[in-house]
């Protein structure tokens, strides 16, 4: 089992910045594939970013594609969302998800455990 919990989110204006954190309650944490997962009210789910065990290898959303960045840090545990240039569009309730096997995925149903989320809201 694998407990993750989300930290960082806020309000912040258009053109700014915020650092998601997701923090892990297991010690094979490193075994995991990380990613990050958003969803806006009345939308579906959709795919943000996410990296692999080692944090050698990561993939974004088209959208989010040279604005935010993934990383980890496998001695704390935790795993970690630049987001910077943050635009109305990118408001929503942030998700970090461990995905067993330890490769990137973009697929929801790959990962095995999720956290509770963290909002973001970008004013215009």
């Known amino acids: 089992q694998v407990q993750l919990i989300e930290s960082g989110g806020g309000l912040v204006q258009a053109g700014g910045s915020l650092r998601l954190s997701c923090a892990a309650s297991s010690r094979t944490f490193s075994m995991y594939a990380m990613g990050w997962f958003r969803q806006a009210p009345g939308k579906e789910r959709e795919f943000v970013a996410t990296?692999?065990?080692?944090?050698?290898?990561?993939y974004y959303a088209d959208s989010v594609k040279g604005r935010f960045t993934i990383s980890r840090d496998n001695a704390k545990n935790t795993v970690y969302l630049q987001m910077n240039s943050l635009e109305p569009e990118d408001a929503a309730v942030y998700y970090c998800?461990?995905?067993?096997?330890?490769?990137?995925?973009?697929?929801?149903?790959?990962?095995?455990?999720w956290g509770q989320g963290t909002q973001v809201t970008v004013s215009s």
């Open positions: 990296i692999s065990r080692s944090g050698g290898i990561t």
């Open positions: 998800a461990a995905a067993p096997g330890g490769s990137i995925t973009v697929a929801p149903s790959d990962y095995r455990y």
